[in-house]
């Protein structure tokens, strides 16, 4: 499979592409100066095995319905460690076999038929069938969140062949369904699950056990699990507020892995390797300073490029996050298939921005500029304001917790502009729909998208790649930079993932070994 691609259809089943996956990651925490071990080995330096894990993170999600909801964090805690897919992505971003062995696509490419693993089980012990699999997808189908709801939306039919057989008929062939369905949209939910804010159920290696709000999340080892066993009984996501807090916990060990590294500039205090190691990798997130396009101004693509033209982004990302991570231009992650490095598209020029903010009549333009609370967003508002304000931008910073922010801007869209990290897999579908908060409304770069995905798979790249130069050329947003993944850990774990493919923070792979 061509990487990164959308899968040629097979006629096949997807073979031994689990047992590459553990490889893969093996090798990947080799690099990093630990030791490659046997994942299955739970012992501890003291020969004892080691039970719990706690896993320290920034954003805590405000509720766990996926359905109801896009925030990343929920997916971080549930997706592939309680809920499961037919099919997973893997640190490549390839798909690889989950609850599904393999699957055929026929010649007209409208209809997918999955071999499911004839050993799965809910964690409740109900199998995974056929009939399951059907159920979850009519289930998900209304969903408030476009992320499930938008690729659901193009299934016209299911059909279980068999107890261990489901066909899946589109309406129109999709270059990205598959890959939609192997992250949020394709969770396959237990039918016996009745609240999915309270009670999520799913096959996965772990189950939720409890949610203390504003402190952690707790998850427990499924002791029927079907496939490779948890690491530990018990995983605590454990929620802060503060980064140097998150770093005091995992310096004291009151914490063994930092998911997310939120002050880059602190790397330095976990050099011993003896007892840490620092995974740098990368992720799908783009960092954002996004427009809200029902604003007069921001309607003005000539106030749109100066702002462009206004941000030293190469300054912003040395000041804000130690220099870690890279330029863009536009909301394509370096790990698609369609990345071009489209960074200089508008290359830092403040007398260019002084000049177009006065073609558009906007010489004392005033912005509001809302951001939830998290580092990288609340430490570039700052500088953003700082470097706008040099071209004659005034700009109201406000900083809002997430749940506010969430209420405020993503739904009520009261906002200028705003910025957020979003890590959806190949989230540059976004951009067409006006709906989505950012109300940007371009029919052409819609039409591009939606030939891109109905094209032939050869077709689909050179599509995405005029779609995402579109959208550069059209100052659609000011894209910052795309995230890194910067994990510490102590060094006696094994199997954490490098790369963030997904929202997802894999557990599944992760054991201890002395």
Not at 74 to 83: A, C, D, E, T
Not at 261 to 271: M, R, V
Not at 375 to 395: D, E, N
Request: negative net charge; glycine residues 6%; contains cysteine.
């Amino acid at each position: 499979m061509t990487p990164g691609l959308p899968p040629r259809p097979l006629r096949r089943p997807l073979r031994l592409a689990a047992l590459l996956v553990t490889a893969a990651l093996a090798g990947l925490t080799a690099c990093t100066g630990t030791a490659a071990t046997d994942p299955t080995d739970n012992s501890s330096a003291s020969g004892q095995a080691d039970t719990s894990l706690a896993v320290g993170a920034t954003l805590e999600p405000s509720t766990l319905d996926f359905t109801a909801s896009s925030e990343a964090a929920i997916g971080q805690v549930l997706l592939y460690n309680v809920y499961e897919t037919l099919l997973r992505i893997d640190q490549q971003g390839e798909l690889q076999p989950l609850l599904a062995t393999g699957y055929t696509l026929s010649d007209d490419r409208l209809t997918y038929t999955f071999t499911l693993d004839p050993k799965a089980t809910f964690a409740s012990g109900t199998k995974v069938d056929a009939d399951a699999v059907i159920k979850s997808i009519e289930r998900l189908k209304p969903a408030v969140n476009t992320n499930v709801s938008a690729p659901l939306a193009l299934v016209a039919a299911t059909e279980a062949v068999d107890a261990t057989t489901v066909a899946v008929t589109l309406t129109h062939p999709s270059n990205s369904w598959l890959y939609d369905m192997a992250s949020t949209a394709g969770i396959v939910v237990d039918p016996a699950t009745t609240d999915l804010a309270q009670r999520p159920a799913g096959s996965g290696p772990y189950q939720f056990s409890t949610w203390t709000r504003g402190d952690q999340i707790t998850l427990t080892k499924n002791q029927s699990y079907w496939g490779t066993p948890a690491g530990f009984d018990e995983v605590t996501f454990r929620y802060f507020s503060d980064p140097n807090a998150m770093n005091s916990a995992e310096l004291s060990g009151g914490i063994d892995i930092i998911s997310d590294l939120t002050s880059p500039s602190s790397l330095s205090a976990f050099a011993d390797t003896s007892q840490y190691q620092v995974i740098d990798g990368t992720t799908t997130g783009e960092v954002v300073l996004g427009f809200n396009h029902t604003k007069p101004a921001l309607q003005d693509r000539r106030v749109r490029q100066a702002i462009n033209y206004a941000i030293d982004r190469q300054s912003l990302l040395d000041t804000v996050w130690g220099g870690k991570g890279l330029l863009i231009g536009s909301m394509v992650a370096p790990t698609d298939p369609y990345y071009e490095d489209l960074s200089q598209t508008y290359p830092y020029d403040p007398e260019k921005a002084k000049a177009l903010l006065a073609e558009a009549g906007q010489e004392n333009l005033t912005l509001a500029l809302r951001v939830p609370v998290v580092p990288y967003a609340t430490s570039a508002a700052q500088v953003i304001a700082s470097m706008l304000g040099q071209v004659g931008v005034t700009v109201e910073v406000s900083e809002l917790d997430f749940g506010t922010w969430y209420t405020q801007v993503f739904t009520d869209g009261d906002f200028d502009m705003t910025i957020v990290n979003h890590v959806e897999t190949r989230d540059i579908v976004q951009f067409a729909n006006p709906g989505y908060y950012w109300h940007y409304d371009n029919a052409d770069f819609q039409a591009l998208i939606a030939q891109a995905d109905e094209a032939a798979p050869d077709e689909y790249v050179p599509l995405m790649k005029q779609a995402a130069q579109l959208l550069a050329d059209d100052a659609a947003a000011d894209w910052l930079w795309s995230f890194p993944s910067l994990t510490v850990a102590r060094a006696d774990l094994t199997g954490i993932p490098q790369n963030s493919t997904t929202t997802s923070f894999d557990l599944t792979q992760i054991r201890s070994k002395a």
